[in-house]
């Protein structure tokens, strides 16, 4: 294993993030089988999207572990993380859009898929130059 010198410091922040992500989907988990106190003040969501959030949320615990390990399959599995996550964020955009009054149509909705897919591209940009850092052999 690489020290942590050696590691790069956005995938030292991209470890972190998908540790602390997983340890929130875990306690959602939690919290939705056994509820601690019903809240006002939470968004009401539906049972599929707490699912896909809770899924997405667990499948980071993998991949902080193939960050730290620098696993070639956690940078495979890196890509499914990514295009579920925009995939779900953008299906909860529209979903979004389209219950709102006067919120500007199918102009909305194409900034809308515009702003996701140009932001996708920038992480998978990225993630795509992480490569280098899976292959090389751990120390």
Not at 15 to 35: N, T, Y
Not at 117 to 130: D, E, L, P, S, T
Request: one cysteine or more; hydrophobic letters at 50%; aromatic letters at 14%.
């Amino acid at each position: 294993m690489a020290p942590e010198a050696e590691r790069p410091f956005g995938s030292q922040v991209l470890m972190w993030l998908c540790l602390l992500s997983s340890i929130s989907a875990l306690m959602d988990l939690v919290s939705s089988i056994h509820p601690l106190y019903p809240s006002r003040y939470i968004f009401p969501e539906t049972p599929a999207q707490r699912t896909v959030s809770i899924v997405i949320g667990l499948s980071c615990a993998p991949l902080f572990y193939g960050i730290r390990r620098r696993l070639a399959v956690a940078w495979k599995f890196g890509w499914v993380v990514l295009i579920a996550s925009f995939s779900s964020l953008i299906v909860e955009a529209l979903a979004s859009l389209n219950q709102m009054p006067q919120s500007g149509g199918w102009i909305a909705s194409a900034v809308v898929t515009i702003s996701f897919a140009a932001v996708a591209i920038y992480w998978g940009r990225w993630w795509k130059h992480q490569k280098s850092y899976f292959i090389q052999p751990g120390l």
